[in-house]
């Protein structure tokens, strides 16, 4: 078992670093709010530092998931940053979702340091982090990938290599590209249900079933029927990523019409006051427009 640090104590977070002081692990937690982090400390053990630099002095790997690009760098640089703490050697995981472009820059000043860096976004919302069940996507050096992967262990059901630096992230902008069109197609086809007369439950039971099903149909169509959108990633963050992936499309060509219309459309949702529900709220937007 390893000497641990986790940055970020998030609803995502919290409950990942929970699950590594439950396999064992010797974790010391740092939070923006002491609160959060006093809280996990009298819950789950394990120790608090007052900075992320405090935090990192003495683990063998250093795990993050906080908000964004600008977040990530206030908790890996400067004298209080956990660069700064970690010994040569270590490892930083980054849970978080941010540009592949901070990613690099990271892993340059790392490398200079004598430290790994592993980008490795996670994909499975709140209720996956809590279940230990989430997707986990790397990139980074094989090396360092092998040894973070035996310690992610503690809460993934799936964690791969994609590639050098940057893979991790790349691959999740796949991931939240390919969400946004499920979410509007799901949002669009329960929206024609309710409007043709239809009963949403048995229309999705029959449709699941065929091409049509996904697991956002499966998690979310009753929620959304039910309007209640307090279930996971929030609008507010899906812009955020959608826009990482957007602006990542201008520099390497890709086309992104759909995942550009979505945005969007989620832009939308927050002007409704919705900025705080989850991504499914689609449909709001729709009931909304008659």
């Known amino acids: 078992m390893a000497k ?3 940055l970020g104590l998030g609803v995502m977070g919290y409950p990942m670093a929970g699950h590594l002081q439950a396999a064992g692990h010797d974790v010391t937690v740092y939070n923006r709010t002491t609160a959060k982090a006093e809280k996990w400390v009298g819950q789950h053990g394990g120790a608090l530092g007052a900075t992320p630099r405090e935090a990192a002095e003495g683990a063998s790997m250093v795990m993050s998931c906080v908000g964004n690009d600008d977040d990530l760098r206030a908790v890996c ?9 970690m010994a040569e050697g270590s490892i930083f995981v980054d849970h978080t979702t941010v540009s592949a472009a901070v990613t690099r820059e990271l892993n340059d000043v ?6 790994a860096f592993i980008d490795a976004p996670v994909s499975g919302g709140q209720a996956g982090a809590e279940n230990g069940q989430l997707s986990v996507m790397c990139g980074g050096a ?7 992967e035996k310690v992610i262990d503690a809460y993934a059901k799936l964690c791969r290599r994609l590639g ?5 992230q790349m691959t999740k902008m796949c991931n939240q590209i390919a969400i946004a069109g499920l979410v509007q197609g799901l949002s669009e086809a329960l929206h024609f249900a ?3 007369g239809l009963d949403g439950r048995a229309v999705v039971e029959v449709i699941s079933q065929g091409a049509a099903g996904s697991w956002q149909m499966s998690n979310r169509y009753e929620t959304m029927l039910d309007d209640h959108f307090d279930h996971g990633f929030a609008v507010d963050w899906m812009r955020k990523d959608l826009g ?3 602006s990542t499309a201008d520099e390497n060509g890709a086309s992104l019409p759909v995942t550009a219309l979505v945005d969007q459309f989620y832009k939308d949702v927050q002007k409704l006051g919705g900025g705080r529900w989850d991504t499914s709220s689609l449909l709001k937007r729709l009931q909304a427009m008659g």
């Open 164 to 168: 050098d630096s940057g893979a991790g």
């Open 244 to 246: 990482i992936c957007l």
């Open 4 to 6: 641990l640090a986790f």
């Open 194 to 196: 309710q409007k043709a």
């Open 77 to 85: 640089l400067g004298d209080d940053g956990a660069f700064a703490g």
């Open 142 to 148: 094989q090396e360092s990938y092998e040894a973070a």
């Open 110 to 115: 790392a490398a200079s340091k004598g430290i």
